[in-house]
């Protein structure tokens, strides 16, 4: 994200608005009759430098004149690699996940011309001001609630709950039967749980409620603050491992790998960790439930590999093109899908049992349904920080703090940062 504009050349911003128009500005050769287009990428120890080299080499090979160059981040990381590249006046002509946000839109090719941005997943949900800024190749979804099969079947629980109060039944019998109910952890991770038991419920009854708590027109306490107050019950009652605040991201998800507790709630990429994992534990997956009486629960997920254009890139038309392919090219999107344990309906690829019943879930999952969490994108944001103050609080919740006080604290700091 982007604190501070940065000034563009006015060159460089003509440049940009004669590609768009498809005149020869984005179209600059370089020696060789080659067009250069840099992708700044985000470089993981699945997403290798060379891995990417490799997804794009068969579009250079049906385009000759374009020659990609693969940039990496770094330690730094993306987001903080694009404001400092674009501060130096050296910005990527493409950048890989970095969605669009009211403070980068400025600094954004606007692609609400093409059909194959207006027509990807989430789309519109990512827009601002009604304009598409970026296009992307599936989702990550994040209302999700990981269990142990055979923890289920040891309490008599026959089927997975359809509402928060049948999953709140089944944590009592998990407990009465031995076992630790749901697993988390410290860092991050404290209010995945959460946001898990809250989102569904809070956003499917109020779909505007990012906008209008920005607005502050709702207030936490009273949209969220059930939620809160149901999760520390759950603390209360010991169906939360007490060792929370302890334990590392890493190490809470090799507990539930290794049978230790019933329920993981996380994102869609555990499956990649369950696929590599070693004899892991009998593990199924559900969508997180809304309290009874909502009929459809809002589901969390983020946009896989959104890709936006940079104002300053001299190659918009080279640039749109590899942004097309990338998002469109059934081989290059199940390539990127599949290495990062992402999910897209129709587009299904060999994964394990419990991937397959992911991909369902997908299929199932209306596109109304979907929500951000955390702070949001697009138009649907929360003032900056929300991220680390939700955290932070539940993290509080964790420690033995009274519900009524952290939901107060929410209030107090939304009433702080609203602008």
Same mark, same amino acid.
């Given at each position: 994200?982007?604190?501070?504009?940065?000034?563009?050349?006015?060159?460089?911003?003509?440049?940009?608005?004669?590609?768009?128009?498809?005149?020869?500005?984005?179209g600059?050769?370089?020696?060789?009759?080659k067009?250069?287009?840099?992708?700044?990428?985000?470089?993981?120890?699945?997403?290798?430098?060379?891995?990417?080299?490799?997804?794009?080499?068969?579009?250079?090979k049906?385009?000759?004149?374009?020659?990609?160059?693969?940039?990496?981040?770094?330690?730094?990381?993306?987001?903080?690699?694009?404001?400092?590249?674009?501060?130096?006046g050296?910005?990527?002509?493409?950048?890989?996940?970095?969605?669009?946000?009211?403070?980068?839109?400025?600094?954004?090719?606007?692609?609400?011309?093409?059909?194959?941005?207006?027509?990807?997943?989430?789309?519109?949900?990512?827009?601002?001001?009604?304009?598409?800024?970026?296009?992307?190749?599936?989702?990550?979804?994040?209302?999700?609630?990981?269990?142990?099969?055979?923890?289920?079947?040891?309490?008599?629980?026959?089927e997975?709950?359809?509402?928060?109060?049948?999953?709140?039944?089944?944590?009592?019998?998990?407990?009465?039967?031995?076992?630790?109910?749901?697993?988390?952890?410290?860092?991050?991770?404290?209010?995945?749980?959460?946001?898990?038991?809250?989102?569904?419920?809070?956003?499917?009854?109020?779909?505007d409620?990012?906008?209008?708590?920005?607005?502050?027109?709702?207030t936490?306490?009273?949209?969220?603050?059930?939620?809160?107050?149901?999760y520390?019950?759950?603390?209360?009652?010991?169906?939360?491992?007490?060792?929370?605040?302890?334990?590392?991201?890493?190490?809470?998800?090799?507990?539930?790998?290794?049978?230790?507790?019933?329920?993981?709630?996380?994102?869609?990429?555990?499956?990649?960790?369950?696929?590599?994992?070693?004899?892991?534990?009998?593990?199924?997956v559900?969508?997180?439930?809304?309290?009874?009486?909502?009929?459809?629960?809002?589901?969390?997920?983020?946009?896989?590999?959104?890709?936006?254009?940079?104002?300053?890139?001299?190659?918009?038309?080279a640039?749109?093109?590899?942004?097309?392919? &990338?998002? /469109?090219?059934? *081989?290059? %999107?199940?390539?990127?899908?599949?290495? $990062?344990?992402?999910?897209?309906? @129709?587009y299904e !690829?060999?994964?394990?049992? &419990?991937? /397959?019943d992911? *991909?369902? %879930?997908?299929?199932?999952?209306?596109? $109304?349904?979907y929500?951000?969490? @955390?702070?949001? !994108?697009?138009?649907?944001? &929360?003032p900056?920080g929300?991220?680390?103050?939700?955290n932070?609080?539940?993290?509080?919740?964790?420690g033995?703090?009274?519900?009524?006080?952290?939901?107060?604290?929410?209030?107090d700091?939304?009433?702080?940062?609203?602008?």
């Amino acid at each position: 994200m982007i604190s501070r504009r940065t000034m563009i050349a006015v060159g460089a911003l003509a440049a940009a608005a004669l590609g768009l128009s498809g005149c020869a500005a984005g179209g600059t050769a370089e020696s060789g009759g080659k067009q250069t287009v840099s992708l700044l990428v985000n470089v993981t120890p699945n997403l290798t430098e060379d891995w990417w080299n490799e997804l794009v080499k068969p579009f250079e090979k049906a385009n000759p004149d374009i020659d990609v160059k693969i940039q990496n981040p770094g330690a730094e990381g993306v987001a903080a690699a694009v404001p400092r590249l674009l501060a130096a006046g050296e910005a990527p002509d493409v950048v890989e996940s970095l969605p669009p946000s009211t403070e980068l839109a400025p600094e954004l090719v606007d692609l609400s011309t093409y059909k194959w941005a207006t027509d990807g997943p989430l789309a519109e949900q990512y827009t601002i001001d009604g304009k598409y800024y970026m296009a992307g190749i599936g989702m990550q979804l994040q209302s999700l609630w990981f269990y142990n099969k055979d923890a289920f079947a040891a309490a008599g629980i026959a089927e997975t709950p359809a509402t928060v109060e049948e999953l709140s039944d089944d944590l009592a019998k998990l407990k009465k039967a031995g076992w630790t109910g749901i697993q988390t952890g410290g860092d991050w991770m404290s209010s995945y749980a959460l946001q898990t038991v809250g989102l569904p419920t809070v956003v499917a009854e109020h779909p505007d409620w990012y906008q209008k708590m920005s607005a502050g027109k709702l207030t936490f306490s009273k949209t969220y603050g059930a939620s809160v107050d149901e999760y520390a019950d759950w603390i209360k009652k010991g169906y939360v491992n007490d060792d929370a605040l302890g334990i590392k991201y890493a190490d809470a998800e090799q507990n539930f790998l290794a049978g230790k507790s019933a329920l993981y709630p996380m994102g869609s990429w555990f499956v990649a960790s369950e696929a590599a994992a070693t004899s892991p534990a009998n593990i199924g997956v559900f969508r997180a439930p809304a309290v009874d009486g909502v009929k459809q629960p809002a589901m969390g997920a983020n946009i896989a590999s959104p890709y936006v254009i940079m104002k300053e890139s001299k190659h918009v038309d080279a640039a749109a093109k590899l942004v097309e392919w &990338l998002v /469109t090219d059934k *081989a290059a %999107i199940l390539d990127q899908l599949k290495v $990062d344990g992402n999910y897209r309906a @129709g587009y299904e !690829y060999d994964t394990t049992a &419990l991937g /397959t019943d992911l *991909a369902k %879930i997908v299929a199932d999952t209306p596109d $109304d349904a979907y929500t951000p969490t @955390g702070q949001g !994108y697009g138009e649907r944001t &929360l003032p900056s920080g929300y991220s680390t103050e939700i955290n932070a609080q539940t993290q509080a919740l964790l420690g033995g703090t009274a519900p009524g006080d952290v939901n107060k604290a929410m209030d107090d700091w939304f009433s702080a940062n609203l602008k």
